[in-house]
């Protein structure tokens, strides 16, 4: 347990619906990540947040994802109408920031399956 | 853009010793970490370079060439539980923000 949490673990939705992930970094890091990731694939960097602002998105995100952190601790990632080609397990991770940010706790994950 | 290369797979023999590889390219180098994935598992930290040379903990040792783009991750007294997915990371700044970029990642199966 890295101490970084994701809720639901699973999430099984039929296309065209949105779904909401929740993620719950490590209380003193102050930057926040959100990443993809496919079977034999590396994580795919989605967007990142330092403290509350969203600093950077990455160009491969659609308009249908978006992402926020309120008061800069939990953060959310909302996909809408979602499409089978969005079916992924989808982590979360924090770090400090700055230079440290090269050491990422991560989250278990939650795996994403649109039908 | 940032683009890191390193093989797919590589099987080792219990108790031996296996290196993983790992080019990249990228502007803004920072440095290069690496990170272990079990089978449904999280990825997790297990070192990180920002200067030339050898990285030591414990059985596990990482090496960076700024110069030539290159590093790797040195696994020695390989043990059943190393079996796992490894992935090489290029931290980089750009825009005053540091991030990291994942290769494809190295499944490592170690064979009795």
């Not at chain 1, 795919?44 to 969203?54: G, H, I, P």
């Not at chain 2, 290196?19 to 994935?37: A, D």
């Not at chain 2, 390989?78 to 992935?87: C, E, G, I, V």
């Amino acid at each position: 347990d890295t101490g970084v949490s994701q809720d639901p673990r699973h999430k099984i939705t039929k296309r065209g619906q949105n779904v909401t992930f929740r993620c719950d970094p490590i209380s003193e890091h102050n930057r926040l990540y959100w990443y993809r990731q496919t079977l034999g694939q590396g994580p795919e960097f989605l967007t990142y947040f330092q403290n509350e602002a969203q600093l950077e998105k990455s160009r491969l995100l659609s308009d249908r994802f978006s992402a926020e952190r309120p008061k800069g601790s939990f953060s959310t990632l909302e996909i809408q109408r979602t499409e089978q080609g969005d079916s992924a397990m989808y982590l979360c991770a924090s770090s400090l920031g700055g230079q440290g940010s090269y050491e990422q706790y991560f989250g278990p994950g939650t795996r994403l399956t649109v039908t | 853009g940032q683009s890191l290369e390193q093989p797919s797979e590589v099987t080792a023999v219990e108790g031996a010793i296996v290196q993983i590889n790992c080019t990249y390219q990228t502007s803004g180098f920072y440095g290069l970490s690496w990170y272990q994935q079990h089978d449904g598992g999280a990825p997790t930290f297990l070192s990180y370079n920002a200067l030339d040379g050898l990285e030591e903990t414990g059985r596990f040792s990482s090496f960076l060439s700024r110069s030539d783009s290159y590093g790797y991750l040195l696994l020695q007294e390989l043990q059943m539980k190393d079996s796992a997915s490894y992935f090489c990371a290029v931290a980089y700044s750009g825009a005053g923000s540091y991030q990291l970029t994942f290769g494809k990642g190295t499944k490592l199966s170690v064979i009795p």
